[in-house]
């Protein structure tokens, strides 16, 4: 399984981007996705992620409240909403899978993937 994360542009402070992770091929078990963004001269860091049944969700303290998590019901998929983007938020988002209930992890995933560029402009 790979997963693709798309969705990424420009777009000016206070905006919105809603970025996909899609999954080609079926894994065998169960696995929970997290989203990480890596800026310029920063280290990766994680944004949120969701479980299997789609029910649970974590965030970052920067991404609570300004982004949601989602799974649409053929588990194919993983969803970002991103609101009220700020200039902070630039950098390449990806998404990672883990099979099981523990959460991907920055050296601990399964299924990974190329990213996705997002730009906010002042």
């Known amino acids: 399984v790979q997963l693709q994360a798309s969705g990424g542009g420009l777009v000016q402070s206070g905006g919105s981007l809603r970025l996909s992770c899609v999954a080609s091929g079926r894994a065998r078990d169960p696995y929970t996705v997290s989203w990480f963004r890596q800026a310029p001269g920063k280290e990766r860091e994680f944004v949120a992620a969701?479980?299997?049944?789609?029910?649970?969700?974590f965030y970052s303290d920067s991404a609570q409240g300004r982004f949601t998590i989602s799974r649409d019901n053929t588990k194919t998929a993983v969803f970002l909403q991103m609101h009220s983007l700020k200039t902070e938020d630039t950098a390449v988002y990806s998404c990672?899978?883990?099979?099981?209930?523990?959460?991907?992890?920055?050296?601990?995933?399964?299924?990974w993937g190329p990213g996705t560029q997002v730009t906010v402009s002042s």
């Open positions: 990672e899978g883990r099979l099981g209930r523990l959460y991907p992890t920055v050296n601990n995933y399964d299924f």
């Open positions: 969701i479980n299997w049944a789609g029910d649970e969700t």
